[in-house]
């Protein structure tokens, strides 16, 4: 199956087997700057080229699985809106099915991954849990029953956008305070170069955690402000576990520690759900879209 995750800052792909082993794993710049209509091109010519790469390794790829950002209609295979990206109702599936020849799924990146964890993940062995992907924005996935839920527009789960932070900071989607604004891996960066005049990685902020005070104030606001998220979130769905994954999970205990902290002093009324890192990190959403191909695949071309 050809996966392919879109994100505010990349494009990844891979062809994946059903034993969960990639291939073929590409990384390309995701061309905001350039406006939606490059964005889109560039995931067209990222799914050709890995199509062409399968077939000339002899690699069979049966269905193509795409996950992006936003709000989705994955019954139509349309991306609606996406305020990182500037898109809106692009008919992904239908541009891809025509361009490759191949049965196309689309789904929302968060929910995919959350799927992933479900299936697959930190997730396998529960029945209410709360999965939350960072990376260039925050969503997350609520596991009610064993069932993800859906809600009555399909964005259930957007923690992002609870606001929780700074009210006097704007958010891309037009509120202020927003989860995402403070604690994803976009917000890390900004928060440093609003201190320090420079641009830095996330992953690069986290590596002078060591000897950098600015880079220490940076992560002590992300991580407070996104246990004061987690703490909303768990009181409204009380799950036995929250999974933390995306590319900012990649922290791992750097990131868990402080959160898990702050997490158990918001609530010490109750008992703190556990709070893990996601061994899939910021291929959950790979993987989550390779499981929506796997079900194109069972559906056919049509």
């Keep these: 199956m050809l996966a392919l995750d879109v994100g505010g800052t990349t494009i990844k792909s891979a062809v994946i087997g059903s034993d969960g082993a990639r291939q073929l794993t590409r990384t390309v710049p995701t061309p905001v700057a350039d406006g939606p209509a490059k964005v889109v091109q560039t995931l067209r010519d990222a799914a050709r080229s890995q199509v062409a790469a399968a077939r000339s390794a002899d690699i069979p790829v049966a269905a193509v699985g795409v996950v ?178 995306g590319g900012l999970s990649a922290a791992g205990d750097t990131l868990r520690d402080p959160v898990a902290a702050a997490f158990a002093a918001g609530m010490p009324w109750r008992d703190t759900p556990e709070l893990v890192v996601s061994e899939l990190a910021g291929a959950a959403g790979l993987v989550g879209a390779a499981l929506l191909a796997r079900d194109a695949a069972g559906k056919g071309p049509a």
């Design 68 to 245: 992006v950002p936003g709000i989705v209609d994955a019954s139509r295979g349309v991306a609606r809106y996406a305020a990182n990206i500037g898109w809106s109702d692009v008919p992904l599936r239908d541009l891809l099915r025509d361009e490759l020849g191949l049965p196309v799924e689309v789904g929302h990146d968060v929910r995919a991954a959350g799927l992933a964890e479900v299936e697959l993940g930190a997730a396998a062995d529960l029945t209410d849990a709360m999965i939350v992907v960072l990376g260039t924005g925050i969503a997350g996935v609520v596991v009610s029953g064993g069932t993800i839920v859906q809600g009555h527009a399909g964005i259930a789960g957007e923690i992002g956008h609870i606001p929780v932070g700074n009210l006097e900071i704007r958010c891309n989607c037009g509120a202020f305070g927003c989860l995402e604004m403070f604690s994803s891996a976009r917000a890390v960066s900004r928060m440093y170069a609003e201190r320090t005049g420079s641009t830095l990685g996330a992953d690069e902020i986290v590596a002078r955690l060591g000897q950098d005070d600015d880079a220490r104030q940076v992560w002590r606001t992300a991580t407070a402000t996104l246990a004061r998220g987690l703490v909303c979130a768990a009181l409204l769905t009380d799950p036995q576990r929250v999974v933390l994954a």
